[in-house]
Nanobody, 119 residues
Framework: QVQLVESGGGLVQAGGSLRLSCAASRAIFSVTVMGWYRQSPGKQRELVAGITSGGSTNYADSVKGRFTISRDNAKNTVFLQMNSLKTEDTTVHYC?????????????WGQGTKVTVSS
């Protein structure tokens, strides 16, 4: 069973930066998309940023220009550099990896890492 291990969350003042990391416990083959989601209490989980195996990226409007997603394909690791953090970025962030092999899609999730931005 593959596990995604996230790190890098914590407490930071508004305007500060954090870098989230997510590494797979073992190799995942045929990874198509890696991404970061976040979920606040009582709300649906939403996409923050995603990156394809080819390097194409997409971002939620609320984080464009502030966050940057990147990946290390060889290590099945994905990063989220978060700059100019705002109090509204406070929530749990989840790593996601999607793989497609022989017509079967697998969806992996991390346990979540808490980001707290103070004013």
């Amino acid at each position: 069973q593959v596990q995604l291990v996230e790190s890098g969350g914590g407490l930071v003042q508004a305007g500060g930066s954090l870098r989230l990391s997510c590494a797979a416990s073992r190799a995942i083959f045929s990874v198509t998309v890696m991404g970061w989601y976040r979920q606040s209490p009582g709300k649906q989980r939403e996409l923050v940023a995603g990156i394809t195996s080819g390097g194409s990226t997409n971002y939620a409007d609320s984080v464009k220009g502030r966050f940057t997603i990147s990946r290390d394909n060889a290590k099945n690791t994905v990063f989220l550099q978060m700059n100019s953090l705002k109090t509204e970025d406070t929530t749990v962030h989840y790593c996601n990896v999607v793989s497609k092999l022989s017509g079967v899609t697998a969806n992996y999730w991390g346990q979540g890492t808490k980001v707290t931005v103070s004013s």
